[in-house]
């Protein structure tokens, strides 16, 4: 074993990073072994330097982390700080002065990542992001190592543990979302400002990264398509109960039929008890993976916290390591299928849609009409009235979301429609 | 791109074997822009040449595998012959020729992985086999990559489609032992002779490498303790039922409390329904990972068949021929931990026993007394009876298995235990 220690520059000291140095620490001996030579914590940049932080040498931390990644003796710069900047110009400047990256910033990547794979190219330096996506749950390096022969059609996937607590606390309890957004925070697994998880910000960044590894092709965050689930009501979760199904955030990736274009999206829809992806719990992630060769693989873990997401950067980091001793890099980006991405109205699934409507003969027949005209084809239809109120539930075949959004659009023009009370996608089956 | 081809030898053309090469040839562009060259299929190893192979050039067809393999120009060797001979043989000449090696074979990996690791580590060579555990499924490269930074204390799987296939169908139809089997075998689930799945050889074999990577440490086949499911009978599963469980054989690595010795079984043994694995049906496989910083992690996918071995085969041709562009080599064995492989006397877990005993008083207070003689201490205990004639039904608390087995030795000397009708482990508590 090589005896000079590989050294390691640890950008951000929070929830993950001191979680990250600590292994490095008590692990130290099998991190050795594993690389073939030691690690070495060379700087800790923080923002508050003044917080005690428990099994950090004081001499290691520093406010300065643009000087810490200037160095020039840094083999490996771990960034775990978040946003775009500082992070990004730090990881350019990293490269520049010699060092490999590891990253935990789905945002950065989802919207940058061309550019930072570009950097690391060219500067010969490996960048790896395992616990951008989903925490500890291996996904990237299967996407782009063990499914490298294989053609993926197909990634859809819970990557947000924040409102699969929530869902599933609507579901199992039939609480409301804000009751259930409300137990979430008081429980940490909800921020302050939940925005980034409820709006699938989050979601849409992953979704990003996951459909350009998978497909091997570019997928910018503006590519995705993103919808929320702050509008997922209990009367949803009852909807979905009679059609068998449960409610969850899903960002979904596919390739379209003729191989030529591929979607990113993110949204809530009802899924099938049945399906796999049903019945993950809580904060818990799980991916499943369609390919033509495979066939469907499942990945399933904690999608966050500290300790999770510091096993995948560890990882990251002993693969990186490993690289630098042998005077290599691992894969880079893959973009070279350069397919185009479809907006969301190509997208083609069925849909649960619920009106309210006129209690009066007739109205099924207008309704069933405005369908047919815009070439949507109705699945089942279900009416409940009483005292001149009614609703119809509308269950469609797989339709174009560009047909079913020209349909809404006309079924809100008929008189005998007072509202479109929900509409959604149902996946997975 | 480089444009001179990389050139593979296939040995063995059958289910996997000519899935591999139809693939090889049908996404030539797509292995060419991943690896960064083209591939090649310089030649093809078969028993029978006179059999039509649809897309393989007859030229490239040969019975000489040690011919192909010493030509001196073959980058590497794809082995899906399996067996011990001529594999083994054809793979450490592959080595001493300059070929790296991708291999689907656990039967050779298991018994000889260490000698084939030094061979391979000793040419400079890599030596893949993500394909010889649980099929498509990506494990190998993320417990000995992604996982690469933290501590594996667990590995609990289902390993072994033909078993999971015929359990679930006892399980779901109450079917025996079989009946079931008759089922795998004209549906092409299990094969003519069984005796390799349904003994647990195979989840063995599986076994020992999969706690040789996880633990960093070397296992040998005959370090793992192996029951078959052939004993597994429809009142055991009734038995399961009324505990709230099903019957998986399972495949168990674990490292012990101290950290200082690992244990690996195959056996059949009862799990919770709300496990992740109880609902893995049919011919899937699942395997569940617990380590120190990740948590609770899933892999799940098709275990078998020829298309999902071919991707992994596949995945691992790409990163072995990116690896041989790069001039270097991908992480080979991790040995280094050195721990000791305690014998299945010191695996400590639960057990659920039937006992048929003389319907009288005081034979429980005498079972009782036996099981605490030998420190086994009793959960929960259910006595039926009639004519002269009952049974006690035992759960115990976490015990060693050799605890357990001095209990059951002692209960069948008693002259009120007539027999011992079934003992199964207990699992993923």
Redesign the interface.
């Known amino acids: 074993m090589r005896t000079r220690p590989l050294k390691v520059a640890l950008l951000g000291c929070g929830v993950v990073g001191s979680?990250v140095a600590r292994?490095m620490t008590t692990?130290a001996d099998?991190?050795a072994?594993?690389i073939g030579a030691p690690v070495e914590l060379a700087g800790v940049a923080v923002r508050r330097p003044d917080r005690v932080r428990e099994g950090i040498d004081p001499a290691l931390v520093t406010t300065d982390a643009t000087a810490l990644v200037k160095r020039g003796d840094i083999d490996v710069v771990v960034e775990v700080i978040g946003g775009i900047e500082p992070a990004r110009t730090l990881i350019t400047t990293a490269f520049e002065h010699g060092a490999s990256v590891v990253s935990a910033n789905k945002a950065l990547l989802a919207q940058d990542g061309a550019a930072l794979h570009a950097a690391a190219g060219q500067h010969g330096k490996d960048l790896y992001y395992?616990a951008a996506v989903a925490g500890?749950?291996?996904l990237i390096?299967?996407l782009r190592?063990?499914?490298?022969?294989?053609?993926v059609n197909r990634v859809l996937g819970i990557v947000n543990g924040t409102t699969n607590f929530i869902l599933d606390k609507m579901d199992s309890t039939g609480a409301g979302y804000q009751e259930a957004l409300d137990e979430a925070t008081a429980l940490g697994y909800a921020e302050a400002d939940p925005t980034a998880d409820v709006e699938g910000f989050d979601a849409a960044a992953k979704a990003a990264i996951l459909a350009g590894i998978a497909f091997?092709t570019r997928v910018r965050l503006d590519d995705v398509y993103r919808e929320g689930m702050t509008e997922v009501t209990a009367a949803d979760f009852r909807s979905a109960k009679e059609m068998g199904c449960t409610i969850k955030l899903l960002a979904i990736c596919e390739r379209s039929a003729d191989g030529a274009s591929v979607t990113a999206r993110v949204h809530p829809a009802m899924i099938p008890l049945t399906h796999?992806l049903a019945?993950v719990r809580g904060a818990y992630n799980a991916v499943f993976v369609e390919?033509?060769?495979?066939?469907?693989?499942?990945?399933?873990?904690?999608g966050a916290?500290g300790?999770?997401t510091?096993?995948?950067?560890?990882?990251?980091?002993?693969?990186v390591c490993?690289?630098r001793l042998?005077?290599?890099?691992g894969?880079g980006e893959?973009a070279?299928?350069d397919l185009t991405v479809s907006p969301m109205g190509d997208v083609v699934t069925r849909y649960h849609i619920s009106l309210d409507v006129a209690d009066k003969p007739g109205v099924l027949a207008q309704v069933a009409t405005v369908f047919a005209e815009h070439g949507v084809s109705i699945d089942t239809v279900r009416q409940q009235g009483k005292d001149g109120e009614a609703s119809l539930v509308v269950v469609t075949h797989r339709a174009s979301d560009a047909s079913l959004s020209g349909t809404v659009e006309a079924l809100r023009k008929l008189d005998t429609v007072r509202g479109v009370a929900s509409i959604m996608r149902v996946e997975g089956e």
């Open positions: 979680e292994i692990h099998d991190l072994a594993r395992e500890a749950i291996p390096r299967p190592e063990s499914l490298a022969g294989d053609k091997h796999p019945s390919s033509d060769a495979a066939g469907q693989l499942m990945f399933y873990g904690p916290g300790s999770p510091a096993s995948a950067v560890l990882g990251d980091l002993v693969a490993r690289n042998n005077g290599t890099t894969p893959s070279y299928a």
